[in-house]
Structures are given as C-alpha cells and as structure tokens.
C-alpha cells in the first residue's frame, strides 16, 4: 500500500510540475518580429573610406541613395525601417560595383571578396557573396534560379553564329537590303532564327509562370518590374491578375504608375541640355530652331523594339526632314561603351544624346521606345508614334 501511495504522490507531484511549466511557457512573452533592419557588411580587398551608398532598386526608374557610408577595416553598417521588403543595391564607389540584396526588418549580414580592376575605370568585382538574415533574399535567389539554366541557354545557341550574325549587321548598318535577305534566307540565319524564337518561348514563360505563382503578394509585382527591363501595353494582363493586396502593395502601385503613366499631350516641353557621343553639349531649343515638329525618341542599345523602330525613323526622317521634321533621340543607356556602339552600327542621321536621368524622368519615361511629337511652340502634341502612325501623322501635318 505505501508502494502505491507513493507511486500516487509522485504522479501528482510530476503532474503539478508539468501544469506549472505549461502555464510559466503561456505567461512567456510571445517574441515580437522586429520593426527595423541592420544591415552589416564585411567585405575584404576595399581601401578604408571606400564610399558605399543604398540605393533602391526593383523601379525602371533611376533612384537617388537613401543613405551613405563608408567601410572602415572592411566593416560597414546600415539602419532603417520598412514597410515591406524593398531591394536595394549597395553601390561601392562611384559607380565602381553593385551588390543587390533585398532587405526586410532583421539583422541581415553580407560577405563578400572584391577585387578591384587595374584597369583605369576601376571596376570593382565581388565573389562568395553569402547574405545571411533575410528570408526575403532567400527566396529571391530560389525563385529566380532558373536564370542561370536561361544564361546557359543564351550562350549555346550562340554558339557558331558569330560570323553570320557579324555579316548581317554590316548588311542592315549599310541598308543593303538585298544583302540581308541573302543572309536572312540562308540555312544558318533560319537556324539561328528558330533557336532564338524557342529560347525566349521560355525566356516569356519561365517569367510569366514566376509572375503568376506569387499573385495574390507583392511578389508578384516585384518579379514583374525584375524580370521585366521595360513594360509594353501587352504587359497590362499580366498585372490585372493580381490580388487587391499586390496591387496596394508598394511593387504593385510602382508596377501601375509604368504600366499607366500621365499623358503628357497638351504640356510645354522645358528646355533641356545633354551631351552627344563625343562630349558636346547641345541645348534643346538650339536643335529645333527653325523646325515645324520635332520627334524626340527615347531609346536603348538593349531595347530590341527600339533597334527595330529605327528603319521606321529613317523612313520618316528621308521623307520630311527637308519639310521642317527633326528628330531627337535620347538614348538612357547605362553603359555608354554600350551607346556608342550602337550609335556606329545605326547610323543615324540626327541629333544622338545620352540621357542623364532627369530628361527622361522629367517626361516620366517608364517604358521604351517612347516618343513625343512636339510642335515649333515646343508643346507636345502626340506621343507613342510608331511606323506607319508616325507616317500619316506627318503626313496629315506637313501636307506640301
């Protein structure tokens, strides 16, 4: 009987501790999520004073930095708060090496290795970058991944076309068309062609299935303006399938300003100055003295509707340039290496500018090719001109 009185108690007594812990485990403050981020970075081969600026990214836009600082012992740090994750780009230098990393409310830790260029642009290199403490930039890297697989791709059906590819844009530089369609119907060139169409099949698809499989966060908007470079009309689908929580989301209200800017017909153009390909600098009134209608295009080395566009502007500039048209194109290249290489394999026969972000800001150019057909008061009159539209407009307006 004492045995089992024992045994009793002692339950009792292991059933009291057990009550007590569960309710000492409810009393237990629950752990907040944090309301700010830290953001440290360690990074080797970087002088001390190596300035480095958190600049916003994932905006078609040009952003300014939100703060600054500099590494010291290869030791920097930045503090703030967010509403949601944001992307943001650590920019090393002037303009010397990007590191992007998206950031949310936590203590986030990046590493990396530079290695700065010899060379006199002073390029700065990084590898083994490892970011720890954002559970947001890991699922970034894991949902995009499959870039690496399209990288591949790219390169392989590359491969051998060089020389064709060489001949055929000699051909179209010097406007020999029948050249071109020498090259165009040759076994090579259709080969090329087919294996292009295919790879950016599943350039379109592998986007668009990432698209809608994060539709109802923002997710979804933010993998829209990432994947994208730029926005066309036809992207308009894409973003109505998001949910009211996506649109609202920060993403989602950037994504609508891009995919429905303000019409600007009917506002004065102020007067503005860039730089040409070798370093002049030309006054936007100066290049559209004396002239009826002025079209000022807004374009990219990498923009391929823009490349094709291009025929169109030298059709038009041929037939009524003597009639008082002029074209302006603005080019909002980054690398201007990248300009300047197109500008040789273009030719065009006007006026070429490098846009330094606040011209195209200043039109609230989100997406390219972008024009604006201006009249001698310098007032905009019509804009999203292309091909045979541009032609009947001038046509209509410049009636001999």
Known sequence: MNTIKYKIVGLCICLFAFSNNSQAQKKKPAIKAATSYHLEGNITGLEDGTTIKLIPGATHTSESAVAETTIKDGKFAFTGKLNEPRLFYLEFGKNKGYIPVLVENSKIKLTAEAEVSNKEDGRINFKNEVI????????????????????????????????????????????????????????????????????????????????????????????????????????????????????????????????????????????????????????????????????????????????????????????????????????????????????????????????????????????IPATYLVDSKGVIISDNLRGAALEEKLKELLKS
């Not at 060139?189 to 087919?194: I, Q, R, T």
């Not at 668009?208 to 499989?213: A, E, S």
């Not at 936007?284 to 502007?313: H, M, Q, T």
């Open 132 to 367: 720890s403490g954002s559970k947001s930039n890991d699922y970034y890297k894991k949902e995009t991944a499959f870039r690496e697989e399209l990288n591949k791709d790219y390169v392989e059906y590359h491969k051998g076309t060089e020389e064709v590819s060489k001949a055929y844009s000699n051909a179209r530089v010097a406007g020999n068309k029948k050249l071109m369609d020498s090259i165009g119907n040759s076994p090579e060139w259709k080969s090329f062609e087919a294996k292009e169409k295919a790879f950016f099949a599943k350039v379109e698809k592998s986007t668009k299935d990432l698209i809608t499989k994060n539709k109802a966060t923002w997710w979804g908007p933010f993998f829209m303006l990432t994947q994208y470079s730029y926005f066309t009309p036809d992207k308009k689908p894409v973003y109505e399938q998001f949910s009211e929580t996506a649109k609202k989301s920060y993403y989602g209200q950037v994504v609508d300003k891009d995919l429905n800017p303000k019409s600007l017909i009917g506002t004065s153009v102020a007067n503005f100055g860039l730089k040409d390909k070798d370093g002049k600098a030309y006054n936007v009134k100066d290049i559209v003295a004396g002239k009826k209608y002025i079209l000022i295009d807004f374009w990219a080395s990498w923009c391929a509707p823009c490349r094709k566009e291009i025929p169109n502007l030298k059709t038009a500039y041929t037939a009524y340039s003597d009639k008082g048209f002029e074209i302006l194109s603005i080019s909002i290249d980054k690398d201007e290496k990248a300009w300047l290489k197109a500008l040789g394999q273009e030719n065009m026969q006007w006026h070429n500018l490098l846009d330094d972000n606040k011209v195209s800001n200043a039109f609230n150019v989100k997406t």
